[in-house]
T-cell receptor, first 113, second 113 residues
Framework: GAVVSQHPSRVICKSGTSVKIECRSL??????MFWYRQFPKKSLMLMAT?????????EQGVEKDKFLINHASLTLSTLTVTSAHPEDSSFYIC?????????FGPGTRLTVL | GNSVTQMEGPVTLSEEAFLTINCTYT??????LFWYVQYPGEGLQLLLK?????DKGSNKGFEATYRKETTSFHLEKGSVQVSDSAVYFC????????????FGKGTMLLVSP
């Protein structure tokens, strides 16, 4: 089946710094990828839809200047958390569709100190 | 808008017990319905799906039937194993696979030997 990877799997950073998370479709191309945020004991919240070659579409309430998304190629989307603060600590998950199914990455645990 | 409601966990069972995790949804039109499973430390994996009313999705001994009259998609398994311990998410999409997913909050299942 299709495989989606994320890097890094875990990152700890200081408040005020920026962190980049990569999402790659390893064996298929994805013109669209999705970024989710998962809170403890909460569901996945869709943050944005990443579109190859064009701007990302952000969900209501998600700050586009804080969560920068770049879909640089048909296999790579990046999420950059700018000027991170402790409240940005969370589990970030990406997904990409292939043949009518969504494939999820393993997630990235971000901890902001 | 779309929403998914699933029973709160954790659900604690002994091995070989019968499992039911309830899921109901609110959506316009005819959504596709999914169950995803997240094992500890891993990303989400599609467990099963149903794309139209009265369809039954099944995989690895798990089953769920798309009930339009009750707007439900309850997950069942006749005999759970310790290895089934995970978090289970019910989800829907307006279209099959390519549109965004709306998730329930997840139900943790703990199976003891």
């Amino acid at each position: 089946g299709a495989v989606v990877s994320q890097h890094p799997s875990r990152v700890i950073c200081k408040s005020g710094t920026s962190v980049k998370i990569e999402c790659r479709s390893l064996d298929f191309q994805a013109t669209t990828m999705f970024w989710y945020r998962q809170f403890p004991k909460k569901s996945l919240m869709l943050m944005a839809t990443s579109n190859e070659g064009s701007k990302a579409t952000y969900e209501q309430g998600v700050e586009k200047d804080k969560f920068l998304i770049n879909h640089a190629s048909l296999t790579l989307s990046t999420l950059t958390v700018t000027s991170a603060h402790p409240e940005d600590s969370s589990f970030y998950i990406c997904s990409a569709p292939s043949f009518n199914e969504q494939f999820f990455g393993p997630g990235t645990r971000l901890t902001v100190l | 808008g779309n929403s998914v409601t699933q029973m709160e966990g954790p659900v604690t069972l002994s091995e070989e017990a019968f499992l039911t995790i309830n899921c109901t949804y609110t959506a316009t039109g005819y959504p596709s319905l999914f169950w995803y499973v997240q094992y500890p430390g891993e990303g989400l994996q599609l467990l099963l799906k149903a794309t139209k009313a009265d369809d039954k999705g099944s995989n690895k001994g798990f089953e769920a039937t798309y009930r339009k009259e009750t707007t439900s998609f309850h997950l069942e398994k006749g005999s759970v194993q310790v290895s089934d311990s995970a978090v289970y998410f019910c989800a829907l999409s307006d279209q099959s696979g390519y549109s965004t997913l709306t998730f329930g909050k997840g139900t943790m299942l703990l199976v003891s030997p």
